[in-house]
């Protein structure tokens, strides 16, 4: 609610807020024209809606420039009127987001090289991406350009720009993700996430974690039960339980007593991903010995991957996607006997670790791990029928 008798310099709220208001009515017209939109179709239309309750939005304004927000009115614009944007379009989309948003004299190798691939994903895999990523495709690039420009992605995220380039293909997987779901689903797709200035998780399986843990875990100090997490709860039953006993104790050569107590003390999340990780254990197997077959060129062994790989899920990886999961895939016993021994300690405000979560997304490209969204959209199709 705007407060009438607020003043800063001389000026009431409403003054300001006004002023504000036509300040970005102005970039976003500008952006429009830049990438030769009809200022009357729908999709200004809905986009102007967009930016008035940006504006409105006091938290929003100090989180990423200007032309952040009109940008991202744009995309969240094709989004709710499910706009598909031309190669050419998501093209031009991508040069204006970068040329008003990152100065020259702050453009580092390190950013140019981001910029470079993100334009030649565009030019190598947009035309036979989905229709549903196709739709996603000017919010992931403007979150990619908002991390470049100013560390945090459009809502409010903050992501370290090494990182950028596992965001923005999570992203995109996660939208891959949901229209495969979509096409799997007797009844009609839900409807899109909200597009005011919001964007999807990055984190692998970080996305439902607020719901499902406690505050306190066992790596911030405090005293936890075995019996907290109920694991029985997600194991379910003597024999799904017993299997993945038995191939954590083939995998880390532990003691199954052990396992069984170490196991106790984990949270829900990371119990998932290790059932996850279990129940694909002849997959695992499989991987692990093209990948390290002795006697195999690194190419022979790297094509024989590509190609067992890409027939089991079904669809084409690139070459970062491959290489990503064959490192998951050699440190899959290093990651579980570190969950198991809750020695991934998160870093930072955003409370994630890198290496589990890079070794996580290399298990979720291959369909190892399966995302918390992915996983409740099945369940709500199991619910449904």
Avoid at 70 to 97: H, K, M, P, W
Avoid at 157 to 186: C, F, P
Wanted: with cysteine; net charge positive.
């Amino acid at each position: 609610m705007i407060d009438e008798h607020s003043v800063d310099g001389g000026k009431n709220t409403t003054t300001l807020y006004k002023e504000k208001l036509n300040c970005m009515k102005e970039r976003l017209t500008r952006c429009l024209q830049l990438l030769k939109i009809n200022h009357d179709n729908q999709i200004s239309k809905t986009a102007f809606n967009l930016i008035e309750k940006s504006v409105s939005d006091q938290a929003k304004k100090t989180q990423y420039g200007e032309w952040i927000i009109a940008l991202n009115a744009i995309a969240g614009s094709c989004v709710l009127n499910q706009r598909i944007l031309s190669q050419s379009e998501i093209y031009d989309f991508l040069t204006v987001a970068v040329a008003t948003n990152i100065e020259e004299k702050r453009r580092t190798k390190a950013i140019d090289d981001v910029i470079f691939k993100i334009y030649t994903d565009i030019m190598t895999n947009y035309q036979s991406s989905d229709s549903r990523l196709k739709i996603e495709y000017p919010k992931i690039v403007v979150d990619a350009i908002a991390i470049l420009a100013s560390g945090v992605d459009a809502g409010g995220k903050k992501i370290l720009v090494h990182n950028i380039e596992g965001y923005y293909q999570m992203r995109k997987l996660d939208a891959s993700d949901l229209a495969t779901s979509s096409r799997n689903r007797a009844t009609p797709a839900r409807k899109t996430i909200s597009t005011s200035a919001t964007a999807a998780s990055i984190a692998t399986l970080e996305d439902g974690s607020k719901r499902e843990e406690p505050k306190s875990t066992p790596l911030s100090g405090s005293k936890v039960s075995m019996y907290d997490y109920k694991p029985q709860k997600v194991l379910r039953g003597r024999e799904g339980k017993s299997d993945i006993i038995d191939s954590l104790n083939k995998i880390t050569d532990r003691n199954k007593r052990d396992l069984e107590v170490s196991i106790s003390k984990l949270q829900k999340t990371d119990i998932i991903r290790i059932r996850d990780l279990c129940k694909n254990y002849d997959k695992l197997q499989k991987y692990t010995k093209l990948i390290m077959t002795k006697g195999n060129s690194l190419v022979e062994q790297q094509q024989k991957f590509k190609i067992a790989l890409e027939k089991d899920i079904g669809r084409e990886l690139s070459e970062f996607q491959l290489q990503h999961a064959a490192n998951s895939i050699k440190k899959v016993r290093l990651y579980i006997e570190n969950v198991l021994d809750r020695k991934f300690v998160p870093h930072g405000s955003y409370g994630i670790n890198h290496t589990k979560h890079n070794l996580e997304y290399g298990y979720l490209i291959v369909g190892l791990m399966q995302s918390s969204r992915k996983r409740a959209v099945i369940k709500a199709t199991k619910e449904g029928t």
